[in-house]
Nanobody
Framework: VQLQASGGGLVQAGGSLRLSCADS????????MAWFRQAPGKEREFVAG????????YYSDSVKGRFTASRDNAKNTLYLLMSSLRPEDTAVYYC???????????????????WGQGTKVTVSS
């Protein structure tokens, strides 16, 4: 599994960005895929994720209704469309994958063994 995140940048509050996470390995087959973020001085937190068994998408309360996760299985790519961005969304965003995550631990970063390198998102007020 090799994950490569991209698409970060500087955007004004209220704007939008779309992040991509390309998998050059085989994570899309039977893996739970997720987006996390880490702001300076804070712990890494769950943003959105695809549960491997059902494909159902889960979101954190802080982004629900503003962010939309999607995937293109043909391209082995995960996306995160971020709209109505706020300064508090400023963070490094990571994509992750793991085949052994259980549903109850899906929102924990410690449950994932595979990570992309992160892409920085800065939202100015």
């Amino acid at each position: 599994v090799q994950l490569q995140a991209s698409g970060g940048g500087l955007v004004q509050a209220g704007g939008s960005l779309r992040l991509s996470c390309a998998d050059s390995g085989r994570a899309f087959g039977g893996y739970t895929m997720a987006w996390f973020r880490q702001a300076p001085g804070k712990e890494r937190e769950f943003v959105a994720g695809f549960w491997r068994n059902s494909g159902r998408i889960y979101y954190s309360d802080s982004v629900k209704g503003r962010f939309t996760a999607s995937r293109d299985n043909a391209k082995n790519t995960l996306y995160l469309l971020m709209s109505s961005l706020r300064p508090e969304d400023t963070a490094v965003y990571y994509c992750s994958a793991d085949a052994t995550v259980i549903l109850s631990t899906m929102r924990r970063s410690s449950a994932y063994n595979y990570w992309g390198q992160g892409t920085k998102v800065t939202v100015s007020s």
